[in-house]
T-cell receptor, first 113, second 115 residues
Framework: DTAVSQTPKYLVTQMGNDKSIKCEQN?????MYWYKQDSKKFLKIMFS???????INETVPNRFSPKSPDKAHLNLHINSLELGDSAVYFC????????????FGNGTRLTVT | AQTVTQSQPEMSVQEAETVTLSCTYD???????LFWYKQPPSRQMILVIR??????QNATENRFSVNFQKAAKSFSLKISDSQLGDAAMYFC????????????FGEGTQLTVNP
């Protein structure tokens, strides 16, 4: 009965590779997000989708490409991975409306070597 | 742009004691929500408590309560009867009516609970 699930939990890869992180939510929420948590634990929004439409696209290198095949899924593809991409990536979802909290997945720790 | 500041990178408390974590924010929006999230070593992000800006009454959830001072733009979290399981990183977060769907986080406060 996991609400927001993302896979994989851990991802170790070499520089230059391409990788994807998948996210699914079963809460019926309209809005999904990707957040990046850096080594200092700071959480920063990367993207947000509402009903498969991109509504937030922060200053993120275009090597990062989100894809939302339907409103329950939001995947993150990263091309040409760099050392600085090492971080924990969180998927989240919420109802529309600023009164709704975000529900987070358990994060994917990406390590680029 | 809205900003959230947590000025205490680390705090510690003795088990069974009370601790208060500070948070200030800056906004020009009239309506918004404030949240506290807990991140234990398991990495999960867990919602602790939320407060609407228009509600004067401070939110309470069991041992967790907030002191919301709207004029001062302050939103502190009080944890009473601290337990070992409260040890975690605590994040204050803001979500406003016109700032889109984004949730903006503070830098976090690492709470240690000493037995």
């Amino acid at each position: 009965d996991t609400a927001v699930s993302q896979t994989p939990k851990y991802l170790v890869t070499q520089m230059g590779n391409d990788k994807s992180i998948k996210c699914e939510q079963n809460l019926g929420h309209d809005t999904m997000y990707w957040y990046k948590q850096d080594s200092k634990k700071f959480l920063k929004i990367m993207f947000s989708y509402n009903n498969k439409e991109l509504i937030i696209n922060e200053t993120v290198p275009n090597r990062f490409s989100p894809k939302s095949p339907d409103k329950a899924h939001l995947n993150l593809h990263i091309n040409s991975l760099e050392l600085g991409d090492s971080a924990v990536y969180f998927c989240a979802s919420s109802q529309a409306g600023f009164n709704s909290p975000l529900h987070f997945g358990n994060g994917t720790r990406l390590t680029v070597t | 742009a809205q900003t959230v500041t947590q000025s205490q990178p680390e705090m510690s408390v003795q088990e069974a004691e009370t601790v208060t974590l500070s948070c200030t924010y800056d906004t020009s929006e009239s309506d918004y929500y404030l949240f506290w999230y807990k991140q234990p070593p398991s990495r999960q992000m867990i919602l602790v408590i939320r407060q609407e800006a228009y509600k004067q009454q401070n939110a309470t959830e069991n041992r967790f309560s907030v002191n919301f001072q709207k004029a001062a733009k302050s939103f502190s979290l009080k944890i009473s009867d601290s337990q070992l399981g409260d040890a975690a990183m605590y994040f204050c977060a803001y979500r406003g009516e016109t700032s889109g769907s984004r949730l903006t986080f503070g830098e976090g406060t690492q709470l240690t609970v000493n037995p």
